[in-house]
């Protein structure tokens, strides 16, 4: 152990090599909350994957979450696809949030059959975003639907509950909403980055 | 002019084995029950040593294992028919002579190419519909219709050039009456050019006018005198089975034929197709599965999908005996409008077929979309469809509505907004007279909730700003 061995020598014989960070993916899709894209590395959803968003229970936020993201593509005329919602959309509710219902596509789905259609739906290439509420979803299901989404270019947005935080998840980004002392959103896991230490602050307003 | 002729000398071989893919000795019988002879045959059946002309018992002493199918004439017109209406895409003039199809193709020049591209086309088609076929293209539909008789994929574009090569045809293969047909050769006329320099008059006297009639029809001195193929408005067509499928699985096969039939049908009268019936026919009786699209298809892949989606979820009672495929209704056909610079990936699937199947696996009902109404009432406010009615209501409403209001449970939650006076609907029996709120729960959900005017109990939830 006496022999002082310099290190470039070892790194020169590729016994020892130097961890580089992994390229950020390139986000192009804003969530349309400043203060969120600012703390994420790919300074908005990470384009053509699955984000998961973890709650407490429902209608903490989540819907205010994405809505902004789907006003802004139906907009465009691409078409969203939400599968087995757990309530009824109000449409009007939606059209004040800015989306055009024409371009908004349902799926009533059994429970045996969400995940096949979120994964038909995101591989498809059709749409630009598809919704899933996922009753059950293992490791290798979420997996299935980041492979189907890199395929089809397509954003997926998996709403599960909190519960299912300390399990590991494939998708590149998981944002745990939070009601409690204010609603924020917690950052847990986003690829290319460390997760911030602090929430981000997610005001509710009434519309 | 350009007539093109698709000669089919084994239409009625063709369709049987379109249905039975399975190889094998095959022959085709006709004639009276004592006298069976075989009429056509595969080559599997050349091979053992069968002919055409031979008695079914003669071929039954030499090979002892063959399949043997009676000839149907009804079967070969349809399938005639059928491609008459393929060829229809590339011309609009298409006529049927006997096991032959000849078209008008100068005319598709502009849309097609020269005459090299639409054979090749052509070729392309039939090959994939599974018939063998011979081409030629001359300027009479007649002469066609002899030099594809004579030699495969022989061309005369000009009109210049047609005597020359008509000249060596042999009288035989000329398809004049069969009278002069006959007695020509005794006579020493051979061939064609022989024919053709003789004088008129004598060949009137002998032959009548018939032989000379077709003679100027098939060097264009008269026209060519055929009726026209008219695409029927709707399309029903059968197949027998060989055997009895008692699994849908095996229906795959007859059903994929169908639908490509279809589309390629379809697309010779650039129509489309929305709603198409298939029968399942059993020995009583017949399963019925409706294939229904969101709006008119004709591609042969979404047809296909669609229909086998459907037919996995079908239960046979009883085995099927035959298909049968009915379409009544073909609207125009309206390709989908695409992006020049379309970012989407190269192997994504249009929307409209996603949609099918999503149907075809989760039921007709499950993809729709929302649309809002002009009634105020939440529970009325919006329905099933794609056309927004009314304007964007000043008040808030939730993004998650529940199917009807439920009691809210716990402490009373906060008022953050309201109340809106919703008080309407006196004229239809159903009345509203409500308070909504905009309030926050203990848990920190933002809720819809309403109470009965004046009251300051009793909050009923009815959606939630999720």
């Known amino acids: ?207 | 002019m350009l007539w093109a002729c698709v000669l089919l000398p084994s239409l009625a071989l063709d369709g049987v084995l379109r249905r039975q893919p399975d190889s094998g000795p095959l022959v085709l019988v006709d004639g009276p029950v004592q006298t069976r002879t075989v009429v056509a045959l595969n080559a599997e059946a050349k091979a053992a040593g069968l002919r055409v002309g031979q008695r079914l018992t003669a071929a039954q002493a030499l090979l002892a294992q063959f399949a043997a199918m009676p000839y149907d004439q009804a079967d070969v017109d349809r399938w005639q028919t059928f491609l008459a209406g393929v060829a229809y895409r590339y011309s609009s003039e298409v006529a049927l002579l006997p096991h032959a199809l000849v078209l008008e193709v100068s005319r598709s020049h502009g849309l097609f190419g020269d005459w090299p591209a639409i054979e090749r086309r052509l070729r392309d088609d039939l090959t994939a519909l599974g018939f063998r076929h011979r081409l030629a293209a001359a300027p009479t539909p007649h002469a066609a219709y002899v030099l594809a008789g004579v030699a495969h994929g022989m061309a005369v574009l000009a009109p210049d050039h047609l005597r020359r090569a008509l000249d060596a045809v042999p009288v035989g293969k000329a398809r004049l009456p069969a009278a002069a047909t006959a007695a020509l050769p005794r006579m020493g006329v051979r061939t064609l050019g022989q024919l053709l320099r003789l004088p008129r008059d004598g060949l009137r006297r002998r032959f009548g006018a018939e032989l000379l009639d077709s003679l100027d029809q098939l060097v264009g001195d008269r026209p060519a005198g055929l009726s026209l193929y008219v695409p029927p408005d709707m399309v029903d067509w059968r197949i027998e089975l060989t055997h009895e499928v008692e699994n849908s699985a095996a229906l795959v096969f007859p059903v994929r034929r169908m639908t490509s039939d279809l589309a390629a049908y379809l697309a010779g009268r650039d129509g489309g197709v929305q709603r198409f019936v298939l029968h399942l026919e059993h020995r009583e009786g017949a399963t019925v599965v409706t294939i229904g699209l969101l709006s008119p298809e004709r591609g042969a892949a979404t047809l296909f999908e669609a229909a086998r989606g459907r037919l996995e979820q079908t239960r046979l009672p009883a085995p099927v005996l035959a298909l049968r495929l009915r379409a009544d209704d073909l609207p125009p056909f309206v390709p989908e409008g695409r992006d020049l610079f379309d970012e989407r990936p190269a192997n994504a699937l249009p929307l409209g077929q996603l949609r099918e199947r999503l149907r075809a696996r989760l039921g007709d009902e499950a993809v729709y979309q929302l649309a809002t109404t002009i009634d105020p009432r939440p529970e009325r406010s919006q329905r099933i469809g794609a056309q927004d009615e009314g304007d964007i209501d000043p008040w808030p409403r939730p993004s998650w509505l529940l199917e009807r209001p439920i009691p809210l449970r716990g402490p009373a939650p906060t008022v953050l907004a309201g109340p809106e006076r919703m008080e309407t609907g006196w004229w239809d029996g159903q009345p509203v007279r409500r308070d909504y709120y905009v309030v926050e729960t203990a848990e920190g959900q933002r809720a819809w909730a309403f109470l009965p005017p004046g009251e300051h109990a009793g909050w009923m939830l009815h959606g939630w700003f999720a």
């Open chain 1, 1 to 207: 152990m006496g022999a002082v061995v310099a290190l470039s020598d070892l790194v020169d014989a590729r016994q020892v090599w130097r961890g580089r960070a992994a390229p950020i993916p390139a986000g192009d899709q804003p969530t349309g909350l400043a203060a969120l894209d600012a703390v994420l590395p790919t300074a908005g959803w990470p384009d053509a994957s699955v984000s998961e968003i973890l709650m407490p229970l429902d209608g903490v936020g989540e819907l205010r979450l994405v809505l902004p993201t789907l006003a802004r593509l139906t907009q465009g005329q691409r078409p969203v696809v939400v599968i087995a919602p757990p309530y009824v959309p109000c449409a009007m509710g939606w059209r004040q949030r800015g989306l055009r219902l024409s371009q908004v596509h349902f799926v009533m789905a059994a429970e045996a059959d969400v995940l096949w259609a979120a994964e038909q739906c995101l591989r498809s290439g059709a749409c630009a975003a598809v919704l899933v509420w996922p009753k059950q979803a293992d490791d290798r299901a979420l997996r299935r639907l980041q492979v189907a989404a890199a395929d089809g270019q397509a954003l997926g947005f998996v709403f599960r509950d909190r519960r299912y935080l300390v399990n590991s998840s494939p998708a590149p980004l998981r944002l745990e909403l939070a009601a409690h002392p204010s609603p924020a959103i917690w950052v847990r896991k986003c690829r290319g980055g460390n997760p911030p230490a602090q929430p981000v602050p997610f005001p509710a307003t009434v519309h």
